[in-house]
């Protein structure tokens, strides 16, 4: 192990681009942005991700200004700790590895699921366990590896979006099929419910769909995680924020509207739709429809892509996150080397190590303990982007009280202070409305405990730190804000 114990930059521009554009293009889009439709009309769709798309609008422009700044390894654990307490950042950093690290275990079991459509005689174990040496392996060699083969999952993932937005144009508009199908699924009642689009529903049916699209963005954030590893990161940071909202929003805003325009939100197969029926994938139903051969077949082999993509992804990340947990003293040293190619390799095989072990909790007993595992990991996303926009806040406080110039920033967040404000607001929102019902109810304790998990440890975790290590909350005048990187 080298004794220099850094990280490598070499990931290029056009690695980072990628990796925030297929961070957040996966299931979230292909599968379950069909009952999206069905739960709020494709009205109320379309309102949630577009609310949802502002959102992370916002939390890029706060996380372009930091990452810019502060181009560094763990990059959210590194500001919590600089701008809101030490205590915050020990937090912020296990949460956001603890996430990430249950992700690669959902992804085990995904992987499996979706094969089984080709092969489904082969236990799902052996598919399981060959994923999991895949992400391993691409992460083991380098992060130009990894870079790399982000680059081309995510090429994949665009190239589907944009061959279903066109052919979905082409169907409206009578070019594809022959008729123009028009508009009139927008202004559809189901006579059975007397619910009507375009909003189904009402508010309470867009919140569900605001939960939902929540999700389906996270991973844009991963750009900030890369940062440590980015060459050139004054431009390659700046380029790939200004450039992901835009074509997440468009890919998004598109294929939400295509879909609520030639599926009516009454389609049994919106209804029955789940992130394991490759069939019901409303991308699936529309190539289907279309005429092109194998839609299922194609369908599936595009997810499969997104959930390779997204465990090779946790597993950069929290690897990475469990890197600069170590390098700060907040997890054991050794998770600190890095081999001569750069890649910290201890941390990466205890990360798997984890997922492989959570992975194994679904195939014990009833998958109970899974189940919890997952429903911890559920709000963690949000916890982040919670912290991304406070510390944000903090930094900005801590910049001008310092007496610096904000016009010296390599990267100026725009709508500061309400740009983070908001973004807090939004996310304290997602996370509080995660089961609405049991909150609003009360009565369920184990609905609320379960649905809660990940904030209730968040929360011990903050709170056990800052109770035995004593820390305070930082003074904008004494905050670090000093430029040094891994």
Not at 5 to 19: E, F, G, T, V, Y
Not at 404 to 411: A, E, T
């Given at each position: 192990?080298?004794?220099?114990?850094?990280?490598?930059?070499?990931?290029?521009?056009?690695?980072?681009?990628?990796?925030?554009?297929?961070?957040?293009?996966?299931?979230?889009?292909?599968?379950?942005?069909?009952?999206?439709?069905?739960?709020?009309?494709?009205?109320?769709?379309?309102?949630?991700?577009?609310?949802?798309?502002?959102?992370?609008?916002?939390?890029?422009?706060?996380?372009?200004?930091?990452?810019?700044?502060?181009?560094?390894?763990?990059?959210?654990?590194?500001?919590?700790?600089?701008?809101?307490?030490?205590?915050?950042?020990?937090?912020?950093?296990?949460?956001?590895?603890?996430?990430?690290?249950?992700?690669?275990?959902?992804?085990?079991?995904?992987?499996?699921?979706?094969?089984?459509?080709?092969?489904?005689?082969?236990?799902?174990?052996?598919?399981?366990?060959?994923?999991?040496?895949?992400?391993?392996?691409?992460?083991?060699?380098?992060?130009?590896?990894?870079?790399?083969?982000?680059?081309?999952?995510?090429?994949?993932?665009?190239?589907?979006?944009?061959?279903?937005?066109?052919?979905?144009?082409a169907m409206i508009f009578g070019i594809m099929n022959g008729h123009v199908s028009g508009f009139n699924n927008w202004f559809l009642e189901d006579?059975?419910?007397?619910?009507?689009?375009?909003?189904?529903?009402?508010?309470?049916?867009?919140?569900?769909?605001?939960?939902?699209?929540?999700?389906?963005?996270?991973?844009?954030?991963?750009?900030?995680?890369?940062?440590?590893?980015?060459?050139?990161?004054?431009?390659?940071?700046?380029?790939?924020?200004?450039?992901?909202?835009?074509?997440?929003?468009?890919?998004?805003?598109?294929?939400?509207?295509?879909?609520?325009?030639?599926?009516?939100?009454?389609?049994?197969?919106?209804?029955?739709?789940?992130?394991?029926?490759?069939?019901?994938?409303?991308?699936?139903?529309?190539?289907?429809?279309?005429?092109?051969?194998?839609?299922?077949?194609?369908?599936?082999?595009?997810?499969f892509t997104a959930i390779f993509s997204a465990g090779n992804s946790g597993l950069y990340s929290s690897t990475r996150m469990l890197y600069a947990?170590?390098?700060?003293?907040?997890?054991?040293?050794?998770?600190?080397?890095?081999?001569?190619?750069?890649?910290?390799?201890?941390?990466?095989?205890?990360?798997?190590?984890?997922?492989?072990?959570?992975?194994?909790?679904?195939?014990?007993?009833?998958?109970?303990?899974?189940?919890?595992?997952?429903?911890?990991?559920?709000?963690?996303?949000?916890?982040?982007?919670?912290?991304?926009?406070?510390?944000?806040?903090?930094?900005?406080?801590?910049?001008?009280?310092?007496?610096?110039?904000?016009?010296?920033?390599?990267?100026?967040?725009?709508?500061?202070?309400?740009?983070?404000?908001?973004?807090?607001?939004?996310?304290?929102?997602?996370?509080?409305?995660?089961?609405?019902?049991?909150?609003?109810?009360?009565?369920?304790?184990?609905?609320?405990?379960?649905?809660?998990?990940?904030?209730?440890?968040?929360?011990?975790?903050?709170?056990?730190?800052?109770?035995?290590?004593?820390?305070?909350?930082?003074?904008?005048?004494?905050?670090?804000?000093?430029?040094?990187?891994?």
């Amino acid at each position: 192990m080298s004794n220099q114990n850094k990280l490598k930059r070499a990931m290029h521009s056009r690695h980072l681009n990628m990796i925030a554009i297929g961070g957040a293009i996966g299931t979230g889009l292909f599968v379950a942005s069909g009952n999206t439709i069905a739960t709020a009309g494709p009205g109320g769709a379309l309102l949630a991700y577009a609310l949802i798309g502002f959102m992370v609008y916002l939390l890029m422009q706060s996380l372009g200004e930091l990452a810019t700044y502060m181009p560094v390894a763990g990059s959210f654990h590194e500001y919590g700790s600089r701008f809101i307490s030490s205590s915050f950042g020990f937090a912020i950093g296990w949460n956001y590895w603890f996430n990430w690290a249950i992700t690669v275990a959902a992804e085990l079991v995904a992987a499996a699921i979706i094969m089984k459509f080709w092969f489904p005689d082969v236990p799902a174990w052996i598919w399981s366990g060959s994923f999991l040496a895949g992400i391993l392996l691409i992460n083991y060699f380098s992060v130009r590896t990894f870079g790399e083969s982000e680059f081309w999952f995510a090429l994949i993932k665009v190239l589907a979006v944009i061959a279903f937005i066109m052919l979905g144009l082409a169907m409206i508009f009578g070019i594809m099929n022959g008729h123009v199908s028009g508009f009139n699924n927008w202004f559809l009642e189901d006579t059975t419910t007397g619910q009507s689009a375009p909003f189904v529903g009402g508010a309470l049916g867009i919140l569900a769909v605001f939960m939902v699209a929540g999700f389906s963005f996270q991973g844009t954030e991963l750009v900030a995680v890369a940062a440590g590893e980015a060459k050139d990161p004054n431009k390659s940071i700046p380029k790939a924020i200004n450039a992901i909202f835009w074509r997440i929003l468009l890919f998004y805003i598109f294929a939400i509207f295509i879909i609520g325009t030639l599926l009516p939100f009454t389609d049994p197969n919106l209804l029955k739709n789940s992130e394991t029926d490759i069939a019901q994938s409303p991308f699936t139903i529309l190539f289907d429809r279309a005429g092109i051969a194998f839609a299922a077949s194609v369908m599936n082999a595009v997810i499969f892509t997104a959930i390779f993509s997204a465990g090779n992804s946790g597993l950069y990340s929290s690897t990475r996150m469990l890197y600069a947990l170590a390098k700060s003293s907040k997890a054991p040293k050794i998770f600190a080397k890095t081999d001569s190619r750069g890649v910290p390799v201890y941390a990466l095989i205890a990360t798997a190590t984890i997922g492989a072990a959570c992975f194994l909790t679904s195939l014990l007993g009833d998958g109970a303990a899974y189940f919890w595992l997952i429903n911890a990991s559920a709000l963690a996303g949000f916890i982040t982007w919670a912290g991304i926009a406070w510390s944000h806040y903090k930094f900005r406080k801590a910049y001008i009280a310092q007496g610096k110039d904000v016009n010296d920033l390599p990267f100026k967040a725009k709508w500061y202070p309400l740009g983070p404000i908001l973004a807090l607001i939004m996310c304290i929102i997602v996370i509080i409305g995660q089961n609405y019902e049991a909150l609003i109810q009360g009565r369920d304790f184990v609905a609320l405990l379960t649905s809660y998990i990940g904030l209730w440890l968040f929360l011990l975790i903050w709170a056990g730190h800052k109770l035995i290590t004593k820390s305070k909350a930082i003074d904008p005048l004494q905050a670090d804000l000093k430029r040094y990187d891994y």
